[in-house]
């Protein structure tokens, strides 16, 4: 897998709000587990809907990535985004980690931790 091609791709996605772009990251039955303590969303089609409800009122996003760790099919790595809410003018930092294992090119699993700047 393209580690580094894979997280620009997922950084585009999200500055550009494009959850058909997020989802085709993704193979077809993926795992997308947002919040440790809910179920992962199932299949491209639950990441596509996902994505177009979280990002729908982003604005002005800008993502970044740590150096990523790679070990075999898995990717480790942080990233930090910051962006303006539409709905309420506030802007947001975030960070986070994620592990994502990958089936060739596409991600098979996504698991994120990440907090918000109060």
Not at 81 to 100: F, P, S, V
Request: proline share 4%; no cysteine.
């Amino acid at each position: 897998m393209d580690a580094k091609k894979w997280m620009e791709t997922y950084a585009q996605a999200w500055e550009k709000r494009d959850p058909e772009r997020a989802a085709a990251l993704f193979t077809e039955e993926a795992t997308y587990q947002e919040d440790p303590f809910d179920e992962p969303l199932r299949g491209r089609a639950a990441i596509r809907e996902y994505w177009q409800a979280a990002t729908h009122f982003h604005r002005d996003v800008h993502m970044t990535w740590g150096e990523p760790v790679v070990s075999g099919e898995l990717l480790i790595a942080e990233w930090r985004t910051k962006y303006k809410r539409l709905d309420t003018g506030k802007n947001h930092e975030l960070r986070g980690i994620m592990l994502i294992e990958f089936e060739g090119e596409l991600a098979k699993s996504l698991r994120e931790y990440w907090l918000r700047r109060p």
